[in-house]
Every structure is written in structure tokens, then in C-alpha cells.
């Protein structure tokens, strides 16, 4: 009998199929009923007949129509995906019916960045931005037609600037360049990180002094709205000058060469993909190609989802410590202007009492970097740049990435840190002479190891970040023939930062478990109302650890709840309640206000205070 397999949410469900003529629907309703069956909510849904949802092939990521046959779309065996309404889709689906976005090249925020990235929205030009690149584009014209000699436009690149081109040449040079460029190596960025690419690069042009034409940037914006996304790989960039070779790579699928990724065509030729969409490859005009890679959007929109992820992870730290404070019977007197005026424990450890010096530090190092990122998404970083009212071009260097190269690489040490004093506040759970609780936190010690490995995970990736956080910024090597002899390595800077994020995102949510599994032995007793919704959210994942089990999809499943920021969308009501109603200006806010209450007692405590 045929059988497929679908994933939903963070499961993956088999789903036997004896009438391969039934629809994509019923497989999806069949799916569901499934995933609702062994959760003690049913998942939250309360009809499965009701509930609407979109599928996907896993491979080619292709959408699937609800009405098709199975036996029309599907082979036995194929694995697909299901995602219901309103949920944080998956990176590679793109809603129904986004909304727009207007770019101007002058407002965007990392925020709006990575809403495009997830297909949240399309893209269209303000009236005044068409305006300047129009303007920005007759400049150019001029020059051709007028055979002045500028670099780039009418002359060769790097070593070759004082090669002048003939006219007749121009856009086999553009066209050249583009080809010679795409020379990175690795992996492909994902449709997520490409949509925020072209994005990115769309919003750059849009300011009007790159001498783009309105027609070849609006085939950029129509291939961004299709989601026709070419073959970027992720190593080869410098950071100056600028992301070249990605952004060449980007630039190669849009003219019909290379692969490319669409949602409905999976990865086929560029030219295929464009045509399956009814678009034309574009056709560079002089100084197009330049125009095209010449850059820092690649390090700037990585770094846009470091730094926003970054926030994310910040933000709900907070929560995660205040709630080991709670199960370790911590004191919030060290929060406090009056600190242990009438405290008989004097001190904790630094893990617990020093939080909001490590946890503000890593924020404010956050809202630092996150500045310097809006102002280079918003920064024009072409050459050479157009500047249509004053009638010139000039060669700069705007498209060095050492700016945002350095910011990423003290957004990696910074937060680092949420995870080096995580591991040790889990390393204080699991210890039987430090927390008062069952050793490993679990019952039958020695039959049962409980979250011993789970912690060396922990300290493996902690020790990962101290190697990874070695700022890429600080080294330079000489390109092109030593006229490009001072580079940022932005590339890596933005990559690494990102694997730390994510690193210190997967160690705090096994503190996250550790802490929830030991308010398991310290129950009938309460912690207050918006650490217990947080303990309510990571039980309707994870149950209770009663016994030894397969720990990395619990992991995994917390680790989920952290990237969409449930964790804090539980907590913020009561946290923002707090401070609007309970803090007065004057006084300092502390994050681990809370206390384990019993439900005999309103206000007998387990700690001291």
C-alpha cells in the first residue's frame, strides 16, 4: 500500500494511502488527524475539516494543489509538508496573498528585511524613487553617447581601469563581468537569505545612483515578486569590493543563466524558470553589470537576520533566566537599589546575580549594531556613484564592508555571552550539590542519565562560539592585483555571527527544558502567572522527563519555540503590565521579578528573599 510522509510542525507523520485517487486535501486532513491524536490539546485544533492549510513538495518545494489527486502529483513514498493557517510558515513558503512593501531606498529596517525574506510581502518603487533612477540612467546615457571615459562605464574593472572600451563593446563588457564574477563556491544561500538579497540589492538601486535603468530594476522587482531567486553560493565574498562574487551570482540568474529557485519550478535553468513565470532574462545596458554587484547587501542582509535574531533570543533570555532563578530558589535582592536589607541569603552565584549585567550588556551591544545595519541598508555602496543634479560620477569606496563587518563580529562576542552564562546556569540544575534537586534532574538516577548529555551539548556549543567569535574583521588579504588591498571578510563575519546566534538559540533552550523539568519536583508549588504560561508553552511540546528517552527532538521542538519568539509573545503582556503599572520611573527594573507560590498558601515562598 502507498504511504507518504509529512511533516507538521515539528513532526513527521506516515500516512498510508490505500485510494491513491483520493485529493491532496484528504491527504492533509489525514495528516492532521494523526499529528492531533497524541496531543493532549489536540495541537490546538479544534476541527480538522475546518482547518486550512497549504502542502508542499519537500523536494523542488513545489505548492501543491488542494484539488489534485494524489496519484497526478505525488509517487509513493514522497515526503511533503503541511502548514496550517497561522502559523510562523516555513523560510521557502510564500503566502497567498502578501502584501507591498514601497522601496525608496531610504527607509527600509532590518525588520521589513526579513519580512520580505519570508515572502511576507512583494516590493514596488515609490514615484520618487522611479524619478531618480530615471534621472540617474539619462546621466549615463549621456556619457556613452558623448564617449567620455569613466571607469566602469566605458573602461575595465580593478586592474584594467585605464582599458577603455569601445562603444560598440559595452555590453558584451557588462555582460562579461557578471560571468568572470560569479565565481563563489559552497552551498546556495536559502530562498529565505536570497529573497532578502535581491531585496536588498533592489532597495540600494532604487536610490538612484547606480545608473540602473526603471526597466531593469522593475524585471528585478518582478522577478523578487514571482520569487524566481537565483543559485547564490555562500563563500567567495571579500566584503570589498563589496559582495561581488554573490551578488554576481545573484545578478547571473536574473539574465537567464546559471540555476534558479521558485517555489513552483524547484531549481531549473534560469531561462526555464524565468519563462515559467513569463519573464524575460534582463539585458545589461552599460555599467548595469557594476551596477548589479558592486556592494555590501550580502554581509548587510545576513546581518539583518543575525541581528534580528540576535534580539529575539536577548529578549526571551531574560525570561529562561528568570525562571532557573525561580527552580534554583535564587534571590531577586541582587535586582534591587536595596539589595539585602532584609535578606538572610547574602549572595548567589554570579550566573544568577549578575544576569542583568551580562544580559544588558549583550542588549545594548544588539541596539548598537542593529543601528549601524539600518544605516547600511539604507546606504548607498555602488561605484562608481551617479549623482544626477550635480551632472558627475565619482569612484568611491562606499563599497567597503568594514562597517558592518566589525559590527557583526562584536554582535558575535556579545551575544555569545546569553550562552557561556546559560551553560552554567545549567550546569547549577543538573548539579545535585548546587540546585537541591535530583541529580541530572530525574528520578532513578544511574538507570536513567536525564539531562547529563544534553548539558555537554550545551558546553560543545559554548566552546564552538569561543572559536567562532574570533572577529574575521581583523584580517585583510591583498585582491586584484593589489588594488583592492584592504578587505573586510564581512562575508564570514556575517556567516559566523549567524551559526553563534544559532547556537546560543539551541543552549538556551536546553536550559529552557532544564528549568521546566525541574519545576516538575517542585510541584504542588507555583511560580507566578506568566513563568507558568512559559512552563504551560514548552509542556505543549514537550512532556515531562520521567524516564531516559530520545532528548533532540525536545531540543529541537523548544529551539522552535525560541526562533518564533513564543517564549516572549507568552510573557511581554505581563512583562509590559509590570512595568507600566508596578515600576516607577526612578527605580531600576529588575527581569526576574517572580516568585514560586504554593496554591495553599498565596504567599509562602521557597526561596529566600
Not at 24 to 41: F, S
Not at 123 to 134: F, H, N, Q, S
Not at 386 to 405: C, D, K, W
Request: hydrophobic residues 40%.
Amino acid at each position: 500500500m502507498p504511504r507518504f510522509t509529512v511533516h507538521i510542525r515539528d513532526e513527521w507523520l506516515a500516512v498510508p494511502c490505500r485510494d491513491t485517487s483520493k485529493t491532496i486535501q484528504w491527504l492533509g486532513q489525514e495528516a492532521l488527524k494523526r499529528y492531533i491524536k497524541n496531543k493532549p490539546d489536540n495541537g490546538g485544533i479544534t476541527a480538522v475539516k475546518d482547518t486550512r492549510f497549504v502542502v508542499r513538495r519537500c523536494q523542488g518545494l513545489g505548492l501543491l494543489d488542494a484539488d489534485d489527486t494524489i496519484e497526478d502529483v505525488l509517487e509513493d513514498n514522497d515526503f511533503v509538508e503541511l502548514a496550517i493557517e497561522g502559523d510562523t510558515m516555513s523560510p521557502d513558503f510564500i503566502p497567498c496573498e502578501p502584501g507591498y512593501i514601497s522601496l525608496d531606498g531610504n527607509s527600509l529596517t532590518s525588520t521589513d528585511l526579513i519580512n520580505l525574506g519570508r515572502g511576507l510581502y512583494k516590493i514596488k518603487l515609490t514615484p520618487e524613487a522611479e524619478r531618480k533612477v530615471v534621472q540617474s540612467r539619462e546621466l549615463l546615457d549621456t556619457i556613452v553617447k558623448e564617449n567620455k571615459v569613466v571607469y566602469g562605464i566605458t573602461t575595465g574593472f580593478g586592474k584594467f581601469a585605464r582599458t577603455v572600451i569601445p562603444v560598440s563593446k559595452l555590453k558584451e563588457l557588462q555582460e562579461n563581468l557578471v560571468r568572470s564574477h560569479s565565481a563563489g563556491v559552497g552551498n546556495p544561500l536559502s530562498p529565505e537569505r536570497t529573497r532578502m538579497l535581491l531585496a536588498l540589492r533592489i532597495n540600494v538601486l532604487a536610490k538612484g545612483h547606480s545608473g540602473v535603468s526603471l526597466e531593469t530594476l522593475q524585471a528585478m522587482i518582478q522577478a523578487f515578486n514571482a520569487s524566481c531567486l537565483s543559485f547564490v553560493p555562500e563563500k567567495g565574498t571579500v566584503g570589498a569590493s563589496g559582495d561581488l562574487a554573490p551578488l554576481s551570482h545573484l545578478a547571473l540568474g536574473l539574465m537567464g543563466e546559471g540555476k534558479m529557485w521558485s517555489p513552483t519550478s524547484g531549481w531549473a535553468d534560469a531561462k526555464y524558470v524565468l519563462e515559467a513565470h513569463g519573464l524575460k532574462p534582463i539585458s545589461l545596458k552599460p555599467k548595469e553589470g557594476l551596477a548589479l554587484i558592486n556592494g555590501t547587501q550580502m554581509i548587510t542582509s545576513l546581518g539583518a537576520e543575525a541581528v534580528e535574531r540576535a534580539q529575539a533570543i536577548a529578549q526571551q533570555a531574560d525570561i529562561i533566566a528568570a525562571l532557573t532563578l525561580e527552580v534554583l530558589k535564587g534571590t531577586t535582592k541582587a535586582f534591587d537599589s536595596e539589595s539585602h536589607r532584609f535578606c538572610d541569603r547574602v549572595q548567589d552565584a554570579y550566573t544568577m546575580r549578575c544576569c542583568p549585567q551580562v544580559h544588558g550588556i549583550a542588549n545594548d551591544t544588539i541596539a548598537f549594531v542593529q543601528n549601524i545595519i539600518n544605516t547600511e541598508i539604507n546606504s548607498a555602496t555602488d561605484n562608481p556613484m551617479v549623482f544626477a543634479e550635480r551632472g558627475e560620477t565619482i569612484s568611491g569606496g562606499n563599497f567597503h564592508g568594514e562597517y558592518p563587518a566589525k559590527a557583526l563580529d562584536f554582535l558575535a562576542i556579545a551575544v555569545h555571552e546569553l550562552a557561556s552564562i546559560s551553560e552554567r546556569r545549567i550546569e547549577r540544575l543538573c548539579n545535585p550539590s548546587l540546585s537541591e534537586l535530583p541529580a541530572f534532574l530525574v528520578n532513578e538516577g544511574g538507570l536513567n542519565s536525564g539531562f547529563m548529555i544534553a548539558h555537554c551539548t550545551a558546553a560543545a556549543l559554548v566552546s564552538e562560539n569561543k572559536v567562532l567569535c574570533h572577529p574575521s574583521s581583523v584580517d585583510s588579504l591583498s585582491t586584484s592585483a593589489a588594488t583592492e588591498d584592504h578587505v573586510s571578510m564581512g562575508g564570514w563575519a556575517a556567516r559566523k555571527a549567524l551559526r553563534v546566534i544559532e547556537h546560543v538559540e539551541q543552549v538556551l533552550a536546553i536550559e529552557l527544558l532544564a528549568a521546566c523539568q525541574g519545576i516538575e519536583f517542585l510541584r504542588p508549588l507555583r511560580t507566578t502567572t506568566p513563568l507558568e504560561k512559559v512552563y504551560e508553552l514548552v509542556r505543549s511540546v514537550v512532556k515531562p522527563w520521567i524516564k531516559d528517552r530520545f532528548m533532540s527532538p525536545d531540543i529541537e521542538a523548544v529551539h522552535r519555540l525560541l526562533l518564533d519568539q513564543k517564549v516572549w509573545n507568552v510573557a511581554k503582556p505581563y512583562i509590559e503590565k509590570y512595568q507600566t503599572e508596578y515600576i516607577p520611573e526612578s527605580r531600576p527594573v529588575s527581569p526576574t521579578a517572580f516568585s514560586l507560590d504554593s496554591p495553599a498558601s498565596p504567599r509562602k515562598r521557597v526561596r529566600h528573599e
